[in-house]
């Protein structure tokens, strides 16, 4: 308990040291953020989503808020900085300082959840309570689009992005991940491999929560 409350505090600090260089970094546009596009065209008007380590909320809540304005967008982070520059990026997004392994909401109080480039910062021992946790603020039926590693790993950035701060990555690969989702009650409807805006590939899946008595 004590270590991964020390990673967490470790990942705050650094998302808090090098938020106005990411969000400079990292474009709003891309392959990644067209998979968002595809996404809104499959929910309902007025729909609930809760993005899960929001950062500064020019990719993902921007995206879906271009996409449907009538969704009802939160966005959760760790880092109250990143949360200063997402308020001003979406104004009208509600935004919550909070912890993925441990949402701070009800019972199916979503229709979707995003997390992108954000549930591996979490130490993988964890991601099967985070994926129970999406479940649960999840209305049946809704959706999870999530980056993914692809390989087991587990490695720490020392002074990431020149920002004197070590970043954290845990991740058990996409095969243990796809389980773990199904575990939490999802059924995997497709896995995609893109582009980045940082520079790299990244691999994103969709997966949807079925009725609760078919996974209670």
């Known amino acids: 308990m004590t270590d991964n409350l020390a990673r967490r505090n470790a990942v705050r600090r650094a998302w808090d040291a090098v938020a106005d260089d990411y969000a400079a970094a990292r474009r709003p546009d891309g392959p990644d953020a067209r998979l968002l596009d595809e996404l809104a065209a499959e929910l309902p008007d007025g729909a609930r989503v ?16 271009a996409a449907d304005p009538s969704v009802d967008v939160v966005g959760l982070d760790v880092s109250r900085v990143q949360l200063d520059l997402a308020r001003e990026a979406v104004p009208m997004a509600r935004l919550v ?10 019972h199916g109080a979503f229709d979707t959840v995003t997390a992108y480039h954000s549930v591996f910062h979490v130490p993988r021992e964890q991601h099967p309570t985070v994926y129970a946790e999406f ?12 980056t993914v590693g692809s390989g087991r790993s587990e490695s720490v950035r020392q002074n990431w992005l020149g920002s004197g701060h070590p970043m954290f990555w845990s991740t058990p690969g996409a095969t243990v991940t796809t389980a773990q ?16 805006p940082l520079g790299s590939t990244a691999l994103f899946v969709l997966a949807r929560l079925r009725p609760r008595a078919a996974h209670d």
């Open 50 to 65: 809760l993005d899960v380590g929001c950062g500064d909320g020019r990719r993902t809540m921007a995206t879906l808020l």
């Open 97 to 106: 300082q909070g912890d993925m392994t441990s949402l701070p909401f009800s």
């Open 135 to 146: 479940a649960r603020v999840l209305a049946p039926g809704g959706f999870v689009l999530t």
């Open 181 to 196: 989702l199904e575990d939490a009650g999802f059924s995997v409807e497709w896995e995609r491999r893109v582009d980045d």
